[in-house]
């Protein structure tokens, strides 16, 4: 069978052990794997074939979609291509404000959020410190803390996308840490590991920022959340983070195409060969 790798070019160098260790991993499970670069894909929607570099090639067995566009896997998909994530999941791991609709409806807690789309004026008045977000954001970038409706429209003007405005929460009643929140690893829908990131000099405790990153046990609150969740929607590799509101967690998003840096130089888990297995094992029944 073959299994193939999609990302785009700038993403492809970033990640460059990341995918040939997965490469590895699912040739160790013979399934004959490769990348392609989404921009030297052309997506033919009536023939559902495509061609790469001008050429056209066979349609895989499966497709593992690291572009964080849904439409991507839509395609393949609808070509009958088994896609790692699904459409659904890939739709709210990369928008902000449809993953917290979708978590609240399953009775979990979620930020009090509004959504800013582009041109729309907010009329509500801002009093009190909140968080913005470019909506398809990740690692962390364009988000920003607003303590009025200046500061808000003066960060609108300078990001081209939607936006998600939320409550700023407090992780705890101490003074520190400033940012603190729990990624929890995902594969084959059934948690890998937690990994509580924190930091005393941002309330973005992304581990990409320079936050700490540990090992951590999930409390009974938050194994309810990520049950919740997985019971809702079936993810086959991605990431699900909480946030805390003075120590009571909280859902904050689901990253689609989750970083592994944090596991591979604090624990001796191989996410990559995990997700090849469950690779493997959904392929081969």
Sequence with gaps: MQCLIIYNEEDAEYNEW???????CLEKYDIDAGLLIKEKIY?????????YNGEAR??????????????????FEQAGVKVFNSTFVTMIGNDKYMAV?????TGV??????????????????DKEMVVKSLHGHGGSEVYA????????????RTEDDMILQEKLIPSEEEY???KDLRVYIVGNKIVAGMMRSSDKDFR???????????????????????KITDAVYIDHAAIDLIYDKGDPVFNEIEDMCGSRMLYENTDIDIADMFAKHIADTLKG
């Excluded at 609150?221 to 049950?227: A, P, T």
């Design 43 to 51: 997506f033919d929607g009536l023939t559902h074939e495509i061609k």
């Design 18 to 24: 990341f995918i040939n260790h997965l490469i590895e």
């Design 205 to 227: 405790s992304n581990f990409s920022l320079g936050g700490r990153a540990d090992i951590h046990n999930l409390t009974d609150k938050e194994l309810s959340i990520v049950k």
């Design 109 to 126: 807690p979620v930020p009090e959020s509004y959504l800013l789309k582009k041109g729309d004026k907010f009329e509500q008045i801002i």
């Design 177 to 179: 840490p400033l940012g």
């Design 146 to 157: 607003v303590s009025s409706n200046d500061e808000l429209e003066e960060i609108r003007k």
């Design 101 to 105: 609709d979708f978590v609240k409806n």
């Design 58 to 75: 066979p349609l895989p067995d499966a497709i593992v979609n690291r572009t964080r566009d849904f439409t991507v896997s839509m395609f």
